[in-house]
């Protein structure tokens, strides 16, 4: 008897200590990150990883693809803003904002595409980094914001292959450790909430981190581009983005 309650407990305590290695280095998205909890304009995801975590794991590619699943193929919203904000230690929030997509105008028609078009001077001076399948950018606007953009035309974050998109997330992480920023939140639009056809990333800086690192760091570039959008008569902002509003988020 004694015995075989000893053997009860061991077995126990090796369920135990499994559980706990398995959680440590568990890399599985658990089910309950993929719970949307809805508020006034969409839904929110709670991921208790941090962005750089999710990376780290290599989870990235999986979990975002999940929640793209549960957003575009379960709940067919196709019209959105999705917004990454950081929740510090405790992870990572992820919003969906799809209720105001019938107010949204889209992209212009016929838009060229200013991602793909490198025979321009604005996208030139914009280009900071060329990744194999991705690019990086000074926004054209020069908001407080860096910019990641697939080098291949996709409209979609769903579109990507999993290499392509195991990539993107992981540029992005580089190029915020190499330029020494922390990132407040990060928006991509789909569908009607776009301004550009092609997809783009819109990581938002903190302006202080901002002055002290992108901008002293960039700032011919940035004088430059003053420049260009100031004193060209065909002003290459207008073509691209027309006389939109600029994009709040
Ligand atoms: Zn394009």
């Known amino acids: ?27 599985e998205i658990n089910s309950l990150w993929l719970i949307p909890y809805s508020f006034k304009c ?9 962005f750089k975590q999710l990376i780290d ?35 990572l929030t992820v919003d969906f904002i799809y209720k105001n997509a019938d107010d949204q105008s889209g992209p212009i028609k016929d838009d060229a595409c200013i991602s793909c078009d490198m025979n321009n001077q604005l996208s030139q001076l914009s280009l900071i980094r060329q990744n194999p399948t991705t690019y ?5 606007q020069l908001r407080n914001k860096l910019i990641v953009t697939p080098r291949r035309h996709i409209e979609r974050l769903s579109n990507m292959t999993k290499e392509e998109m195991a990539q993107f ?15 407040q939140s990060m ?50 902002i207008e073509t691209y983005v027309g006389h939109q509003e600029f994009n709040q988020w």
């Open 1 to 27: 008897m004694a015995t075989k309650q000893n053997d009860v407990i061991d077995k126990f305590s090796y369920l135990s200590i499994k559980t706990q290695q398995e959680t440590e280095t568990n890399s």
């Open 42 to 50: 969409g839904y929110s995801f709670q991921c208790p990883l941090t």
């Open 57 to 91: 794991r290599q989870m990235s590619q999986k979990y975002f693809q999940e929640i793209l699943t549960v957003t575009e193929q379960n709940n067919k919203f196709y019209d959105f803003h999705m917004r990454l904000r950081s929740q510090g230690q405790y992870g």
């Open 136 to 140: 990086i950018w000074l926004d054209t």
């Open 169 to 183: 997330w992981h540029d992005t992480q580089v190029v915020l450790d190499e330029e020494g920023c922390d990132w």
């Open 187 to 236: 928006v991509l639009n789909h569908g009607k909430y776009r301004e550009h056809v092609h997809l783009q990333m819109k990581i938002n800086i903190e302006q202080h981190q901002w002055n002290q690192y992108i901008k002293k760091k960039y700032e011919k570039k940035i004088q430059q581009m003053q420049h260009l959008l100031k004193y060209n008569e065909n002003n290459p």
